[in-house]
Structures are given as C-alpha cells and as structure tokens.
C-alpha cells in the first residue's frame, strides 16, 4: 500500500498478551521526590499498560540486554516488577529520577515538567533501548519492536492538487496522537476534526509536480493502520504563554477507532479506556498532575502521588482529561 516491508521483524506481534497475565490488587503508590507527580503520572499509566507490563514482568529484556549504562527498558522492567510484586504501599522512583537527563535533556529532577513531553520522551528512550545494537536497520524494521509493536499505528496523509486533482499519499508511524481541542467538545469530535480536510493555500500553498507550480491543495490525514494502545493528548496549552484551555471534554469508556480510518468500512476497532492523566491548576506551566488507572483486578484507582484510592468509573469520566490511553 506505498508503505516500505520491514526486512526484519524485531518483536512479533502474535507473543503480544493484551490481557492480564494475572490478576491482582493495585500495587504501590509513588513517592513525590520534589515536582515529580508529571513523571509519577506516566509511570503509573504504563505500569497499568497490560500488554506492557506483561512483557516487562517476563523479565524478557534485561535477560537479553547488553547495554552498557542507561537502558530505559531495564529500568521500567525493575520499576514495573517493584509497584506489582513488592508488599510496600510507596515506592521511591528514584531510578527514573536518577537518569532524567538521559530520557529527555529537558528535564531537571526539582523542577516542575509537563506529562505529555515526559510520555513522549519515555517512548523514545524505551524505543532507543529497543533498538540497541541494531543501529544499520531500515526504518520499517525499526518501527516492529515491542514498543511500536504495542503503541505505534501509521497515519496516512493524502495531499491532492485542487487544480489537477493529483493525488500523493505518504505514511507516518506514531506512538500517540495530539488532538485540538479549541472547538470540540468532546474526543469524537476532535478525532473527526483530526480527519477533516484541510485546505492548504496561501503561504501553505504545495508544488504540484504535475503543474509544476504552487497550488492550493487539500490534506487529509486518516489513521491507515491502527495501534493496540491508543494514546491520546487533548492539548490544552491555548498558546505559548501557558494559558489552559480548562474545558471538560468528553470521552466514552469505549471508542470505536473505525471513522476515522483510511477505509471506514468493515468491522468496529473498538478500544476500552484503562487510564487517563488530569492536569489540575490555572495554566500550563504550574499546577499538579495525578490519574486514574485500571489495575488487573478490573478496578479503577485514583493515582496521586504515593495514594492510591478506590474509584468508579462515573468519576473517572467526569474529569478534565489531559492525556487518555485506550486498549484494543
């Protein structure tokens, strides 16, 4: 379909369990070592990541890693086991906390952080331990290890010349999606504004190599291949002062990701929400993170810190969601 075959497999998706290996109460809570709660937040959504948690908990990196130093897999995999298998109500995330600077230079262990930028930078230093030792592979083969293999869907964005009507699709991985949340109301409608056609003309205006000179065009950007984890910041920074946009948006339990595909026909893609992140405070740049997760015993927990209290799921989607994650 225009998208280049990986020569090589580096995780294959079949060993991938998206349900709970075994089930049981929710671990421990985390410590706050200072303005931490944006990276306790994320820490906890992926620990309650099943498919995540389960590979981690298998212990099936470290056995085969030969990395010298830093290894964000090897520190996840002794964070995720010490939350889920130690009796202790409060864990210190000391390692993630240690090696900051080797997940995003950015970042300063007493200074305040945004959860958004730390997911993505988590991903990232997760994939670049993934990748380790292989660095002469094509990008296609790149883009299968566990980490895209669980988070990672393709998007297509098709671009066609109003004048000739040429059309040029290209494909682009992603671990997790950013949505506008100026105008809609709700998850459903950002994602169908996400899939609208856009106009470009003016300064946006492309080169057609057909007519050989700017056009104006339309672009529209379709999900092309779906990921098993569906991750999702509503953006709520309204520009760059910092200022919030502090609506309630809406979102459902369940989301079929169907509509906004490439090819809208066939089955529903249906996914279930099993965590999502609140940002509480006037504007971006202040303020405090916590959030709920779904532990393996099906249960909602609110996650602040080191509590960890039991919830039900009409709190859970009551809130000012800033970042949702959903299970296939």
């Given at each position: 379909?225009?998208?280049?075959?990986?020569?090589?497999?580096?995780?294959?998706?079949?060993?991938?369990?998206?349900d709970?290996?075994?089930?049981?109460?929710?671990?421990?809570?985390?410590?706050?070592?200072?303005?931490?709660?944006?990276?306790?937040?994320?820490?906890?959504?992926?620990?309650?990541?099943?498919?995540?948690?389960?590979?981690?908990?298998s212990?099936?990196?470290?056995?085969?890693?030969?990395?010298?130093?830093?290894?964000?897999?090897?520190?996840?995999?002794?964070?995720?086991?010490?939350?889920?298998?130690?009796?202790?109500?409060?864990?210190?995330?000391?390692a993630?906390?240690?090696?900051?600077?080797?997940?995003?230079e950015?970042?300063?262990?007493?200074?305040?952080?945004?959860?958004?930028?730390?997911?993505?930078?988590?991903?990232?230093?997760?994939?670049?331990?993934?990748?380790?030792?292989?660095?002469?592979?094509?990008?296609?083969?790149?883009?299968?290890?566990?980490?895209?293999?669980?988070?990672?869907?393709?998007?297509?964005?098709?671009?066609?010349?109003?004048?000739?009507?040429?059309?040029?699709?290209s494909?682009?991985?992603?671990?997790?999606?950013?949505?506008?949340?100026?105008?809609?109301?709700?998850?459903?409608?950002?994602l169908?504004?996400f899939?609208?056609?856009?106009?470009?003309?003016?300064?946006?205006?492309?080169?057609?190599s057909?007519?050989?000179k700017?056009?104006?065009?339309?672009?529209?950007v379709?999900?092309?291949?779906?990921?098993?984890?569906?991750?999702?910041?509503?953006?709520?920074a309204?520009?760059?002062?910092?200022?919030?946009?502090?609506?309630?948006?809406?979102?459902?339990?369940?989301?079929?990701?169907?509509?906004?595909?490439?090819?809208?026909?066939?089955?529903?893609?249906?996914?279930?929400?099993?965590?999502?992140?609140?940002?509480?405070?006037?504007?971006?740049?202040?303020?405090?993170?916590?959030c709920?997760?779904?532990?393996?015993n099906?249960?909602?927990?609110?996650?602040?810190?080191?509590?960890?209290?039991?919830?039900?799921?009409?709190?859970?989607?009551r809130?000012?969601?800033?970042?949702?994650?959903?299970?296939?």
């Amino acid at each position: 379909e225009g998208m280049a075959l990986p020569q090589r497999i580096l995780f294959p998706p079949e060993e991938i369990c998206m349900d709970w290996q075994q089930r049981q109460r929710p671990g421990a809570g985390l410590c706050n070592l200072g303005s931490t709660c944006y990276i306790n937040v994320i820490l906890q959504c992926l620990t309650y990541t099943p498919p995540l948690a389960n590979y981690l908990l298998s212990r099936d990196h470290s056995q085969l890693c030969h990395q010298q130093g830093f290894c964000m897999m090897c520190i996840m995999e002794a964070h995720v086991r010490k939350v889920l298998r130690s009796s202790a109500n409060v864990i210190w995330p000391r390692a993630v906390v240690r090696d900051l600077k080797f997940i995003g230079e950015e970042f300063e262990p007493d200074m305040a952080g945004d959860a958004y930028e730390f997911l993505r930078c988590a991903l990232e230093a997760m994939q670049r331990a993934c990748l380790s030792g292989s660095s002469d592979l094509d990008i296609s083969s790149q883009e299968t290890t566990i980490i895209h293999q669980i988070f990672g869907g393709f998007l297509k964005c098709r671009v066609t010349c109003l004048r000739c009507q040429r059309v040029s699709d290209s494909y682009k991985a992603f671990l997790h999606v950013l949505l506008d949340i100026k105008a809609p109301s709700s998850l459903t409608t950002a994602l169908e504004d996400f899939v609208t056609p856009k106009n470009l003309d003016g300064k946006y205006c492309l080169k057609c190599s057909k007519c050989e000179k700017k056009v104006t065009a339309s672009k529209r950007v379709t999900v092309h291949r779906v990921p098993k984890v569906f991750t999702v910041c509503l953006e709520r920074a309204a520009d760059h002062t910092g200022k919030k946009i502090s609506k309630i948006v809406e979102y459902p339990e369940y989301l079929d990701l169907r509509p906004y595909m490439s090819d809208t026909a066939g089955e529903p893609l249906l996914y279930s929400l099993y965590a999502l992140v609140v940002h509480s405070g006037d504007t971006c740049l202040d303020g405090h993170f916590f959030c709920y997760t779904k532990a393996s015993n099906g249960q909602w927990y609110k996650m602040d810190d080191e509590s960890v209290d039991n919830c039900g799921i009409h709190t859970v989607l009551r809130q000012q969601a800033y970042l949702l994650f959903y299970a296939r």
